[in-house]
């Protein structure tokens, strides 16, 4: 283990706006970045929710409003609704 803090946000934007990173992609690095934290691999910097882990968030929320409509579109064919 490194004794480098990471940043969360900038291992994840890699110097690229926040629009420019795909929501897959934050969530891959998103689980790298904390499961190599968990592990105690890497140490990360404590930051505030807005500076930071508001990428995960809303690349969390994007996928669970993706999935509920695919969801409703699955239910609405099932039930023979167009």
Do not use: C
Not at 6 to 24: C, H, M, Q, T, Y
Not at 29 to 46: P, T, V
């Amino acid at each position: 283990m490194s004794d480098r803090e990471l940043n969360f946000a900038s291992e994840i934007l890699k110097g690229r706006s926040w629009r420019d990173v795909p929501d897959d992609e934050v969530l891959a690095q998103a689980e790298r970045l904390l499961d190599g934290w968990m592990g105690n691999e890497h140490r990360m910097e404590r930051p505030k929710l807005y500076d930071h882990y508001a990428l995960l968030l809303l690349a969390l929320t994007r996928q669970v409003r993706a999935l509920e409509t695919r969801v409703a579109e699955l239910e609405a064919h099932r039930d023979g609704r167009p």
